[in-house]
């Protein structure tokens, strides 16, 4: 009786090869897809305003945001502020490893879907601000809106 009983427990054979076909045709589609170097994502929405920015280290510690366009300094960021340096720093290295140096301006594109995407026009790399939660967005965000100041003498 108690061969009986464990063998209405078991599941059918059949099943458990169907399982293990799912889940075998599950991983070679997955590999397939990230192999195959496509980058899954939403599509981005319409530009709805665009800033070309350039960031220079200061000897006191501050980073220097400076309009890309013509040169003007608009803001300067003081202490700690991890997030922005963080993000510079992975777009920085990515340049780097390149060869590359700090003269191409990034680009900070608003869009209408409310999305903020930090862009490097020279490596092609790009952040999604979004993604890290809107007070770590509104920290580039606000760079879109800083009147221009006249930069100081070097």
Known sequence: MSDNASRSQDLPRAALIAIGVLLAAVIVGVAAVRMSGQTIRAPDGDAVATRALRFEDRPDGSIAVIDGRDGVQLDSVQGEAGFLRGA????ARERMKRGLGPEQPFEL???????LTLMDPATGQRIDLESF???????FARLLKVDPQQAPAR
């Open 88 to 91: 510079l720093r992975a777009l």
């Open 133 to 139: 939660g809107p007070t770590n967005a509104g920290v």
């Open 109 to 115: 594109v608003a869009r209408n879907d409310g999305r």
